[in-house]
């Protein structure tokens, strides 16, 4: 019995060395390493498992020797340094973006529904259900193939305003609306395959508002899909300047290949304009998609 308590001792203080080193390493978003920059991305896991680690640990410790301390010291290092970013996503901390308590008699809310439909789900009414529920202004569909684009058709009575870029590498895209494009560009930012959209749009009021649709790839290889590997990433750099110059309020959506808690600011060379809405709300996880 006292043979088994060393072992899984050794192996509990293995894991939470583990943990601590990876949870450290995590701050080094911005080097080239894949496997150093993957780590960026766990870190609700992290956090829960140093958690568990820690009370496990601390349970199993009759007698305490210098590198106990030292491991469960490097394990609140790392429980901190995740915990740092995802507080920002808990009724902690304050929303940066207000909720809207009354509307003005010259304001005009509208609604944009934004999905990732997954090209290779073929569950197409699942989405067309939920947009007659919902009933949004706006729709952003990702990965959208010509399979897609056709059992979307149903919706143009809605939505007569559309841009369709629809491709088989997973990177296709369209935008629906209810209200008249002034403008729509489409843009190839970083790659030849992957589109974005910068729209002027016009509201049932006249005022006007500038959406960006993005999907960019992320820095990793793929083999039959595009991909950045080696490249600086510099897709979202580029639509910062874009916002940088905006004309009118503008909104930058799509699925951007990166975790909730992102450096917005140095990601898009901004500071201080794009904000997310999802701090001091929670997380608003909207994955799998084939569920």
Aim: glycine share 4%; net charge neutral.
């Amino acid at each position: 019995m006292e043979k088994a308590k060393k072992i899984l001792y050794v192996i509990f203080t293995l894991m939470a060395f583990t943990l601590a080193l990876c949870s450290m390493f995590s701050i080094l978003r911005n080097t080239e390493s894949r496997y150093l920059k993957i780590l960026y991305f766990p870190r609700i896991q992290l956090f829960m498992a140093s958690l568990i680690s820690l009370v496990l640990l601390v349970a199993m410790m009759k007698r305490w020797r210098w590198y106990d301390f030292l491991v469960i010291g490097f394990l609140l290092i790392g429980i901190v340094v995740n915990g740092s970013y995802l507080i920002n996503y808990t009724s902690l901390v304050p929303v940066v973006v207000p909720s809207s308590t009354h509307l003005n008699a010259t304001d005009t809310p509208f609604s944009l529904l934004v999905t990732n439909v997954k090209m290779s789900n073929r569950k197409a009414e699942l989405l067309i259900n939920l947009i007659e529920f919902k009933k949004p202004d706006l729709i952003l569909a990702m990965e959208v193939d010509d399979w897609w684009d056709t059992q979307l058709k149903v919706i143009e009575n809605d939505y007569p305003y559309s841009q369709h870029n629809t491709n088989e590498v997973a990177y296709g895209m369209v935008l629906y609306s209810k209200f008249p494009f002034e403008e729509i560009n489409v843009d190839y930012l970083q790659n030849k395959n992957v589109p974005s959209f910068e729209s002027t749009i016009m509201l049932s009021d006249k005022k006007h508002i500038t959406l960006h649709c993005m999907h960019p790839v992320p820095p990793t290889q793929f083999k039959n899909l595009p991909d950045n590997e080696g490249q600086e990433e510099t897709a979202l750099k580029k639509m910062g300047k874009k916002v940088l110059n905006r004309k009118f309020p503008t909104i930058v959506a799509g699925d951007l290949n990166d975790v909730v808690w992102s450096h917005v600011d140095e990601l898009t060379e901004t500071e201080h304009i794009l904000y997310d809405v999802r701090v001091g709300r929670g997380f608003y996880n909207s994955f799998d998609a084939g569920k």
